[in-house]
């Protein structure tokens, strides 16, 4: 399963992902040994092969950093913690662990602290390893045209590096460009026929195209290459579950908590299923097992985020929002500002979905508030600002103060443009798209819209609604079809229109 760190909808803090997804480069075990502990200065390893060098000192630093990652490649990442924590510590000068704790801790604050290590430590680095740093810095904060320069680099100076490859497919699959996704991913395996983690990817990335018949042959590579690891069979019940085949995707999830009991979130894998096949309290029982598991509080948040998930799904509003407290009472606890304004950012979504946007306002101004008053950079702050001009204009078309959110609209549409992320760009559409339906201006709803995001599958109930409004029954139940099967991981955007998508697809067959 390809996890996500921070959930949420619109949150400002959701290009943190971007960063932590690009798993490091590095030699390959067949590497050149590394240089002596005792050596006064750092030096790089031998970058043979045309690898991407690791800087590091310590030998002893060196090993660990490589047992870290290589569970990282198998997603075991709070196992990998303690590796990469004992790297640093051997070699204070060490900017790849720095990096590599970055993507793996479980806090947003924490996540910060250690990219910024990394970045301060990047003088003392390879070329390769600087390019690795600015990529996962400007991911974090929302330049996705700078991060692509400098990946674009990395495969330039190093391309034959199956992780440089690698790299740069996370960086187009984060754009939902996975044509170019693939062409990395298999790129990366051909390079190493024994990289399991390209071939996860690569199913993930076919997936997402709708090629699952690809999607299924690279999964089953995946599950060839480390069999007795819980991963591979985790990610092919994540295909299964996309194409609706619920009992063979809770058997495949099942495989994996018997290799590796710890595997807890494979659990909410297996919640969504028995969801989805109209068993919601097997769902909860389910997230409840998962609950007792956890052992760091971003397992916690995992669970809590599911569960959320299951009653929004269920109508269940008020226990939803009441899951959501928690978590941020988790973040409060550890001063986490990234998890909280997230928390914030979704509770004012639900909020808005349910009718309540005063109620909305007042999440979404606390969200800025713990922004402004944290110690996170101004580019994530303005992240946040620019977020903040959507949310107000959300509120507006929920209270129909149509003036007021194209006001707010046009403020975030200026703001987004600037960014020239993709993604951004695409919540811009659908604002416009919002507005729109808003109005009952289904043209230009549909026009803004198809500009939207694809992979949003409350925007494809949008496209229903919008086509069944205008008359064109055969578009209104294409898109009621795929909003409907959507059949994602936890997804609040999904829970909000599983059921209404059903009922809409239904009326319309």
């Known amino acids: 399963m390809r996890t996500h760190r921070f959930a949420g909808s619109l949150a400002a803090v959701a290009t943190f992902a971007a960063a932590a997804s690009l798993t490091l480069p590095g030699c390959t075990q067949k590497e050149a040994p590394p240089p002596a502990a005792a050596e006064a200065k750092p030096a790089p390893a031998s970058a043979d092969g045309g690898k991407i060098p690791i800087t590091t000192s310590s030998a002893e630093a060196r090993t660990e950093f490589l047992q870290g990652r290589e569970m990282v490649d198998k997603l075991l990442l709070t196992d990998s913690v303690a590796h990469f924590r004992k790297a640093a510590e051997l070699d204070p000068n060490f900017a790849l662990a720095e990096l590599q704790l970055s993507a793996t801790l479980p806090t947003g604050k924490e996540f910060f602290e250690h990219l910024d290590r990394a970045v301060a ?18 991911g974090a904060v929302g330049n996705p045209s700078k991060q692509k320069e400098d990946l674009d680099a990395l495969v330039a100076a190093y391309p034959n590096d199956e992780r440089a490859h690698f790299n740069l497919g996370n960086y187009y699959f984060g754009q939902q460009d996975y044509a170019h996704a693939i062409e990395h991913y298999k790129k990366a395996t051909e390079i190493n026929p024994k990289l399991s983690t390209a071939f996860n990817l690569l199913g993930y990335a076919y997936r997402q195209a709708g090629q699952y ?11 060839a290459l480390i069999p007795t690891d819980p991963n591979p069979y985790d990610s092919y019940a994540e295909l299964l579950l996309k194409m609706g085949r619920y009992d ?23 919640a969504m299923a028995q969801l989805y096949s109209n068993k919601p309290k097997d769902a909860a029982a389910e997230l409840d097992a998962f ?16 569960r959320t998930i299951v009653y929004l799904d269920q109508g269940q509003t008020a226990k939803a929002l009441a899951e959501l407290d928690k978590q941020y009472a988790l973040g409060e606890k550890t001063d986490d500002a ?6 914030c950012q979704l509770k004012g979504l639900i909020l808005v979905e349910t ?17 402004e008053k944290s110690k ?25 103060d149509f003036a007021g959110a194209k006001k707010e609209a046009d403020e975030f549409r200026t703001a987004a443009a600037a960014t020239k992320n993709q ?25 803004e819209l198809q500009q939207a995001n694809p992979q949003n599958p409350e925007d494809l109930y949008r496209l229903a609604e919008a086509y069944r409004s205008k008359g064109d029954t055969a578009k209104a139940q294409e898109y009621f079809a795929k909003a409907a099967n959507f059949n994602s991981l936890p997804n609040v955007l999904y829970a909000f229109v599983r059921v209404k998508a059903k009922a809409g697809e239904g009326k319309n067959a």
């Open 121 to 138: 430590l990047s003088d003392k680095a390879s070329n390769g390893e600087r390019l690795m740093i600015a990529a996962a810095k400007e």
């Open 423 to 447: 993604a951004v760009i695409q919540n811009s559409h659908e604002l416009d798209g919002i507005i729109a339906m808003g109005e009952k201006d289904w043209d230009k709803a549909i026009a």
């Open 355 to 371: 009718g309540k946007p005063d109620a909305a306002r007042a999440e979404y101004d606390r969200a800025l508030d713990v922004a």
């Open 213 to 223: 018949a690809d999607a299924e042959k690279a999964f089953q590579s995946y599950v």
């Open 248 to 270: 063979d995707s809770i058997a495949q999830y099942r495989k994996a908590l018997e290799i590796q009991p710890n595997f807890v979130n494979a659990h909410q894998g297996i």
């Open 376 to 400: 996170l950079s101004d580019q994530v702050k303005n992240n946040v600002r620019r977020t903040h001009h959507y949310n107000m204009a959300r509120v507006a078309v929920a209270k129909k």
């Open 291 to 306: 609950t007792k598991k956890a052992r760091t509080d971003a397992e916690q948040r995992t669970a809590m985020f599911a």
């Open 338 to 343: 990234p998890a909280m304004i997230g928390d």
